[in-house]
């Protein structure tokens, strides 16, 4: 967890991720992700000379209820973090109505309006999610070959239609450093039907084999998305 919370520190200093008096929905998949990113967030509450709030939220995809989350809630309760777990038909909606072949897209903005609406209705004014260095660089490899365009995810936005700011605290994180930390938490099984077979899950089986071929390279990538300097890159507004 001393890596972790070094990596959580440096972001906040970085991006100016949390300011006093912030009360912070921590969006809580149940994953090894968002659990560490909860306690190392509760951790760095007694080290930090800010005073913020967390609530942890859970958006339960497959309509299973609380029940399903009970080993979650034992989790926020022993870190003294109170918890909420938003009912929805998501799962429904995707596969069973609208039948999606590649529902990661619309299942994100369904999951993420619901917990921005979750964190209005509980006072929050920022809301944090567990995305780390390793889906900063997938998010980069999928922009780029799917789309066409070099784009990631910030660690810091504002959302002005929902008046939160989104933050994400482990971004100088990596995914072998979050397993090592979340080995004794409460994990959940992913509920998604397609879990292990999405373009998210080939760029990270890529990006493992570029660093087999070429060890050190996932890191040099991931550094070459923060540096500040873009050398030879096209600019537009360079041409005539």
């Known amino acids: 967890m001393k890596n972790i919370l070094g990596h959580l520190r440096r972001a906040d200093n970085d991006f100016g991720l949390i300011e006093d008096g912030d009360k912070i ?8 992700d968002s659990l560490t990113l909860l306690k190392a967030l509760c951790e760095y509450k007694k080290f930090k000379h800010k ?3 967390l609530v942890a939220v859970t958006v339960d995809c497959t309509g299973k209820g609380d029940g399903e989350y009970r080993h979650i809630a034992k989790f926020c309760e022993d870190l003294g973090v109170p918890y909420h777990v938003e ?3 998501i799962f429904e909606i995707i596969f069973d109505v609208r039948k999606e072949k590649s529902p990661c897209s619309l299942c994100s903005k369904l999951r993420r309006g619901m917990l921005n609406t979750a964190a209005i209705r509980l006072g929050c004014n920022r ?3 567990g995305h780390h260095g390793d889906d900063l660089l997938e998010t980069l490899l999928l922009s780029m070959t799917h789309e066409g365009r070099l ?3 910030q660690a810091k936005s504002y959302l002005d239609k929902a008046n939160v700011t989104l933050i994400r605290p482990l971004v100088y994180a990596t995914e072998k450093e979050i397993i090592a930390v979340s080995k004794n938490f409460p994990v959940l099984k992913n509920p998604c039907p ?3 077979h999405t373009r998210r899950d080939y760029m ?3 990006i493992a084999k570029v660093d087999r071929d070429i060890p050190g390279a996932r890191m040099r990538m991931l550094d070459s998305i923060i540096c500040t300097n ?5 600019d537009m507004l360079d041409r005539k």
């Open 127 to 129: 809301v944090a999610l």
């Open 194 to 196: 397609i879990n292990g």
């Open 204 to 206: 990270k089986q890529l």
């Open 87 to 89: 009912p929805s038909r």
């Open 51 to 53: 005073q913020f709030e």
């Open 230 to 234: 873009r050398y030879n890159l096209f």
């Open 25 to 32: 929905a921590v969006g809580l998949s149940g994953g090894k």
């Open 151 to 153: 784009s990631t995810f």
